[in-house]
């Protein structure tokens, strides 16, 4: 997997310097142009053109200024050309540039509006530029040429906007259903312990009629259920609750989880499950089971679905010290879907330690001193690659919705490449 990324990272980069190569050579020409011409106007082209090779080779850090600055430029040139009443001609690298910016800004600038307003201003800048030539043939010939041109440019962008678009709503709907999962969970979980406290509430005025001396244990059985409602309240904060119908799943066990390992093994790769010590269903929260129950699921899902190659997996649930240091190769944070500095790095402006995982969260626990105990699942597939296409979108929708899930309890779950060439899941919750 170490050298997919580091290949996709240099097509990336072998991408970016040949766009700024072509736009060189139609600068190139356009300085040839005019120094053959002799006329001062003709040097609104390459003047234009070396601005909009700057503004390209600074779109992912000045997007929006750089598009602006170059359509200002464009279009007062084209009007000092018009009121001196001279000849130009629209520079090959001006026009190249402003496509190019139109195809990103319109997938890129937010909101949608703003990108359609630059897409537009764009067009009636290339459009004016034609007029620069001061022949009304030759004007019609080179304004249409430009909205073919512009015609390409903006269904491109628009395109790569709708693909952009509908992922975001893929990812947004696979959030909202795990956050409706665990609302539900968080109901029957809090319900469950509600009516232990009404029952033993009511136990405990009976009893106190007769024997108050025995409505002490009845107290004491009402403030550790009481206590561990509140705990699973906490643990869920951030849920968000929305009333449905749907069919409220319970909570799973360690023998759940074998049995579904067992399944899989039967019609798949052998899995190794082994459970350490210390673990037993009453040493975790029961909605930090169903999560485990779910990841494991999750992650044998995406073994037989993006590795059916896999020679065997290795799933194993301990208890250990802390939060485990872990990243990819090249010391990335793992699944980060980007090559190092390149591309749009979701991971920018984050520390050098940080953790990101599949929806593109800082992992905020894995801070200097301050021991922890925590349940880990680590789950690992090897003898199979997997899926570029897989690995360069940083994981599937399923993954996405198992970190929300797994951040919601507090916990994280990072994904990617081993240095071993196996590919991992980690799950991590403390205990």
């Keep these: 997997m170490g050298e997919t990324h580091r290949l996709v990272y240099w097509i990336q980069r072998l991408s970016e310097f040949a ?31 070396f601005v909009g090779v700057l503004a390209v080779l600074w779109r992912r850090t000045r ?48 909101p949608i509006r703003r990108a359609g307003l630059f897409s537009l201003a764009s067009m009636i800048v290339l459009e004016a ?16 040429l430009a909205f073919i041109g512009w015609s390409v440019a903006a269904a491109v962008g628009a395109y790569l906007r709708f693909q952009l678009e509908r992922r975001k709503e893929a990812v947004s709907s696979v959030r909202r259903a795990e956050r409706l999962e665990l609302a539900r969970e968080l109901h029957d979980l809090v319900a469950h312990h509600i009516t232990g406290i009404v029952v033993q ?11 108050p001396e025995a409505v002490v244990p009845s107290l004491e059985a009402i403030a550790t259920a ?29 023998m759940d989880m074998r049995t579904m390992v067992e399944r899989f093994s039967a019609g798949g790769p052998r899995v190794a499950f082994d459970i350490g010590q210390g673990i037993t269903d009453e040493t975790l929260a029961p909605e930090m089971m169903t999560t485990l129950h779910r990841v494991l699921q999750e992650s044998l899902t995406n073994v037989r679905r993006h590795a059916p190659g896999a020679g065997w997996v290795e799933a194993d649930l301990r208890l250990v010290d802390g939060f485990q240091d872990w990243h990819g190769p090249g010391g990335r944070p793992p699944n980060s879907g980007q090559p190092p ?90 205990v």
């Design 63 to 110: 997007r929006v200024s750089g598009f602006a600055v170059l359509l200002g430029l464009s279009f007062a040139s084209t009007l000092v050309v018009g009121v001196i009443g001279d000849r130009g001609m629209p520079g090959l690298a001006e026009t190249g540039s402003l496509l190019i910016l139109t195809i990103g800004g319109l997938r890129w600038i937010e």
């Design 129 to 144: 530029a034609a007029g620069r030539t001061n022949q009304d043939s030759m004007a019609i010939a080179v304004g249409f």
């Design 341 to 430: 500095n390149g591309g749009q790095p979701p991971s920018s402006g984050h520390p050098s330690n940080g953790r990101q995982s599949p929806n593109g969260r800082q992992d905020a626990r894995n801070q200097p001193g301050g021991a922890t105990r925590t349940v880990r699942l680590r789950v690992r597939n090897y003898g199979s690659a997997a899926d570029i296409r897989v690995s360069r979108l940083g994981g599937g929708f399923g993954l996405v919705g198992m970190a929300e899930r797994v951040e919601a309890l507090g916990g994280r779950l990072v994904a990617g490449p081993t240095p071993e060439g196996a590919w991992e899941v980690l799950a991590e919750f403390v």
């Design 19 to 49: 766009l700024i190569g072509w736009l060189s050579l139609l600068l190139l020409v356009d300085i040839a142009a005019a120094v053959s011409n002799g006329s001062w106007a003709m040097w609104s082209g390459p003047l234009c053109g």
């Design 201 to 211: 509430a009511q136990a405990a005025k009976v009893v106190a009629e007769q024997k």
């Design 226 to 254: 009481g206590a561990d409602a509140l705990t699973s309240m906490r643990r869920l904060v951030s849920v968000l609750r929305a009333e449905d119908e749907a069919d409220r799943s319970p909570g799973t066990t360690l």
